[in-house]
Nanobody, 115 residues
Framework: QAHLVESGGGLVQPGGSLRLACTAS????????LGWFRQAPGKQREWVAH???????NYASAMNGRFTISRDNAKNTIYLQMNNLKPEDTAVYYC?????????WGQGTQVTVSS
């Protein structure tokens, strides 16, 4: 059974940091590229970053080096370390395979950046 569970979101002030985690079932995680996506209010969901099974990352240019994706293959988990957060980073953050598979989205985790 395929599933994804995101965690780690919250309310943070501008300039702050958060670390998101996503645990996936074997069928999703093993040997696949996993990614983070986000959807801000009133906007389409967008790709943030992904990481290959071997650990090679790739980022959307808008992240400007503030985000770091990583994975722990022994724990079926990927992470997103987000630093110097800005109000425009406010969104629901999701993980999925990359490219995404429409039938396996999880509930996401809310990140709100506000003073």
């Amino acid at each position: 059974q395929a599933h994804l569970v995101e965690s780690g979101g919250g309310l943070v002030q501008p300039g702050g940091s958060l670390r998101l985690a996503c645990t996936a079932s074997d069928t999703i995680f093993r040997f696949n590229t996993l990614g983070w996506f986000r959807q801000a209010p009133g906007k389409q969901r967008e790709w943030v970053a992904h990481i290959q099974w071997g650990g090679t990352p790739n980022y959307a240019s808008a992240m400007n080096g503030r985000f770091t994706i990583s994975r722990d293959n022994a724990k079926n988990t990927i992470y997103l370390q987000m630093n110097n957060l800005k109000p425009e980073d406010t969104a629901v953050y999701y993980c999925n395979r990359s490219p995404a598979r429409d039938n396996i989205w999880g509930q996401g985790t809310q990140v709100t950046v506000s003073s």
